[in-house]
């Protein structure tokens, strides 16, 4: 089959047109950064989050790293650590969970039903999963070593204890620990980007060695001992 220049020409523009249609990855240089970080103790993880797209910032420009996280906020996250949270669609009006207080089409529906089946997260013993709730910073941790491969149950009556423990020995915690107070959003960045690069997993890997996304984080300095 022949073709005339003229056409030629026009499926040239075409194949220009839908190359340069396509997303992009974000990078540090193309995405803004949020604009009340300056001079926060974590103002690195939270402006490398934000860069690959883990977390955003309001329109406004803003973080605001003092607001408290919910459950359904966390649930967000975590998918996100778990490489899982483009299968998400926050706009599906038809996806339901097991939970009677998270109504169909819930935005985070999706994230709360992958948390579940990967048994990252709990119900409430009445059936609730109560995605307005706030997490407290213990909860957060707990969460961390979850999704890290850390069971956080093995002693049931003692799992507080248990939680702060192993998060000080894996150095997970590298904030001012307040296990019952609120996490803001801050702290929730803090928490991901420790459990991303510098924690390892309970297989010895990390989450920043397994995730395609987290690739630009991977900065660890391992050092073997023989």
Same mark, same amino acid.
């Given at each position: 089959?022949?073709?005339?220049?003229?056409?030629?020409i026009?499926?040239?523009f075409?194949?220009?047109?839908?190359?340069?249609s396509?997303?992009?990855?974000?990078?540090?240089?193309?995405?803004?950064?949020?604009?009340?970080?300056?001079?926060?103790?974590?103002?690195?993880?939270?402006?490398?989050? !934000?860069?690959? @797209?883990?977390?955003? %910032? #309001? +329109?406004? =420009? $803003? &973080?605001? *790293?003092?607001?408290?996280?919910?459950?359904? /906020?966390?649930?967000?996250?975590i998918?996100?650590?778990?490489?899982?949270?483009e299968?998400?669609?926050?706009?599906?009006?038809?996806?339901?969970?097991?939970?009677?207080?998270?109504?169909?089409?819930?935005?985070?529906?999706?994230?709360?039903?992958?948390? !579940?089946?990967? @048994?990252?997260?709990? %119900? #409430? +013993?009445? =059936? $609730? &999963?109560? *995605?307005?709730?706030?997490?407290?910073?213990? /909860?957060?941790?707990?969460?961390m070593?979850r999704?890290?491969?850390?069971?956080?149950?093995?002693?049931?009556?003692?799992?507080?204890?248990?939680?702060?423990?192993?998060?000080?020995?894996?150095?997970?915690?590298?904030?001012?620990?307040?296990?019952?107070?609120?996490?803001?959003?801050?702290?929730?960045?803090?928490?991901?980007?420790?459990?991303i690069?510098?924690?390892?997993?309970?297989t010895?890997?990390?989450?920043?060695?397994?995730v395609?996304?987290?690739?630009p984080?991977?900065?660890?300095?391992?050092?073997?001992?023989?």
């Amino acid at each position: 089959m022949s073709y005339t220049r003229k056409s030629k020409i026009s499926m040239f523009f075409l194949l220009f047109i839908f190359l340069f249609s396509l997303p992009f990855n974000k990078t540090a240089a193309s995405v803004p950064q949020p604009t009340d970080i300056e001079g926060s103790a974590y103002a690195e993880a939270i402006s490398e989050l !934000v860069s690959i @797209g883990v977390m955003q %910032g #309001f +329109p406004d =420009g $803003s &973080f605001k *790293p003092d607001e408290t996280t919910t459950r359904a /906020q966390a649930a967000k996250i975590i998918s996100f650590l778990m490489g899982r949270a483009e299968e998400v669609d926050e706009k599906d009006a038809t996806l339901k969970t097991i939970f009677p207080d998270v109504e169909t089409g819930h935005w985070a529906a999706g994230y709360i039903n992958i948390c !579940v089946e990967e @048994g990252i997260i709990r %119900g #409430f +013993p009445d =059936g $609730s &999963f109560a *995605p307005s709730q706030t997490v407290t910073q213990r /909860q957060l941790v707990a969460l961390m070593l979850r999704l890290l491969g850390y069971d956080t149950l093995q002693k049931p009556l003692e799992w507080e204890k248990e939680v702060d423990e192993t998060a000080q020995e894996l150095g997970l915690i590298t904030w001012e620990y307040k296990p019952d107070l609120e996490s803001p959003r801050e702290i929730l960045a803090q928490a991901s980007y420790n459990a991303i690069q510098a924690v390892p997993m309970s297989t010895g890997s990390y989450l920043a060695e397994i995730v395609k996304l987290f690739e630009p984080l991977f900065k660890l300095k391992v050092t073997e001992i023989e």
